[in-house]
């Protein structure tokens, strides 16, 4: 059974940082594509990065430059540091795999932008 576990998250000032993290069990971390999503009140779900097995990222305009994904395939773990925080980068963060797979969404991590 795949479980993917987000922790990291919190209240942050504008312009600020965090580090989030995502433990994934089972070995169908090592061959996928991994995400990070997020999700902000009375919004869809959107993908704020993604990372291939091999370590090539891709992130959407509204991130590029302030948030960079990791992964670390021997402790089955993707990582994503945020820098330059702004209040609507306030949500609730997920990881999951790229594209996501409806049953491995977890309770996600809290992120509160705010002065």
């Known amino acids: 059974q795949v479980q993917l576990v987000e922790s990291g998250g919190g209240l942050v000032q504008p312009g600020g940082s965090l580090r989030l993290s995502c433990a994934a069990s089972g070995s169908i971390f090592r061959r996928n594509l991994m995400g990070w999503y997020r999700q902000a009140p009375g919004k869809e779900r959107e993908l704020v990065a993604f990372i291939s097995s091999g370590g090539n990222t891709n992130y959407p305009e509204s991130v590029k430059g302030r948030f960079t994904i990791s992964r670390d395939n021997a402790k089955n773990t993707v990582s994503l540091q945020m820098n330059s925080l702004k209040p609507e980068d306030t949500a609730v963060y997920y990881c999951?795999?790229?594209?996501?797979?409806?049953?491995?969404w977890g309770q996600g991590t809290q992120v509160t932008v705010s002065s």
């Open positions: 999951n795999l790229y594209p996501p797979v409806r049953e491995y």
